[in-house]
């Protein structure tokens, strides 16, 4: 493996990170002329990060370009490239500030002072681990261009993230939340989400196309997490207040729930116009959020009888393991067997004698 150091003095080498917007003779990036909006999103996003690494004077710039073009050409979010380019610069700078000129000077070491140097920051488990797996991904990549030893791969570190149960909201609270919403379109998106399990940000970018009122359900082509397509279905109450949203908004815009200009709401809005409501409710000390609101959903129609399995694409969850969660915050058949058996408990009618274990203590 060749050692490799790349100067920011270097005129071409900083003429190659330079955005689009700025120099059209270089790199993948200018080449993107005919992208959506979201490509262009990514290349501007990728643009950033190279510049930031440049002006920097960071090593590895060309195996860095090279990862993030492959996240490109894999179609990843804007969000995805963000989050992967942010851990990047935060472990080239500890290294930098270490000592380090090379990518092929990395150890395991490395790695793990790097993971206690962001807990001593004050970082929560979720975000270090976050950034602990973009960090193996990028590694594998350096790997396979043989820049790095596969050795750093072996044994890896685990980050013990808590695994909380999620925030459902009491129904009580839930009834208290609506009473207090009189506007068409708030009662409109409070309801969808609650009883359509969505995201927030799918509901948000959600066009009138994608609502389907006769069939009672909206179609999500594209959800904004994993990306992984699914239909939700809506109840009476939704679709009445969807009805009614649907007399006042302006015909012309093609988003169900839009802001200034046509464009889809933002999450901020959204966001303060929920808290608004907790305010009036008296609710604001619960903690809810607009996330709960799924939560909701899925407790409540684990409750009713409904099946993981059929709960599990309901949600747009990969995994069964996801949606199981739900079933450890609130199960009324769980809860009917236990008191059940407390009832054969307090009444003394076990049978059979105890004898203590050692070994099971």
């Given amino acids: 493996m060749s050692l490799e150091h790349v100067s920011v003095e270097d005129s071409k080498c900083r003429r190659h990170y330079d955005p689009p917007e700025l120099n059209k003779s270089t790199t993948f990036l200018q080449r993107n002329t005919s992208a959506d909006s979201h490509h262009k999103v990514s290349s501007r996003e990728i643009a950033r990060i190279l510049r930031q690494l440049s002006d920097k004077g960071f090593f590895g710039l060309r195996h860095i370009e090279e990862y993030l073009h492959e996240l490109y050409c894999r179609n990843c979010r804007p969000n995805t490239i963000r989050v992967n380019g942010t851990a990047i610069v935060l472990f080239l700078s500890f290294l930098k500030a270490n000592g ?3 990518l092929e000077t990395i150890t395991r070491s490395d790695v793990s002072a790097f993971i206690e140097h962001e807990q001593d920051r004050g970082m929560v488990p979720n975000t270090v681990n976050t950034r602990l797996r ?28 808590p ?11 839930i009834k208290q939340l609506l009473a207090v919403i009189k506007k068409p379109r708030d009662r409109a998106l409070i309801l969808t989400l609650l009883r359509t399990g969505m995201r927030i940000g799918e509901l948000l970018h959600t066009k009138l196309r994608d ?3 006769k069939d009672k359900c909206i179609e999500i082509f594209e959800a904004q997490k994993n990306r992984v397509g699914r239909v939700v279905y809506l109840s009476d109450d939704a679709c009445g207040a969807l009805k009614k949203w649907l007399k006042l908004k ?37 903690g809810y959020t607009l996330h709960s609101l799924r939560h909701t959903y899925a407790t409540e129609l684990l409750n009713a009888g409904m099946p993981l399995e059929c709960l599990q694409p309901l949600l747009g969850h990969h995994n069964i393991e996801m949606t199981r969660r739900y079933a450890r915050l609130s199960d009324n058949t769980r809860r009917e067997q236990y008191y059940k058996a407390m009832e054969i408990i307090e009444r003394g009618d076990m049978d059979g004698s105890y004898r203590f274990d050692p070994g099971l203590s």
């Fill in 100 to 102: 380090h000129e090379h």
């Fill in 134 to 161: 973009v960090l193996y991904a990028f590694f594998r990549f350096l790997i396979e261009v043989d820049v790095i030893h596969p050795d750093l791969l072996k044994r890896k570190m685990r980050i013990k993230v």
């Fill in 163 to 173: 695994d909380a149960l999620p925030r459902a909201m009491d129904p009580d609270d």
């Fill in 211 to 213: 609502l389907n009122l």
């Fill in 250 to 286: 302006d015909p012309q815009t093609q988003y169900l729930f839009y802001g200034y200009g046509g464009r889809p709401l933002s999450y901020t809005s959204a966001r303060g116009m929920f808290n608004g409501y907790l305010d009036k409710a008296s609710l604001s000390h619960k």
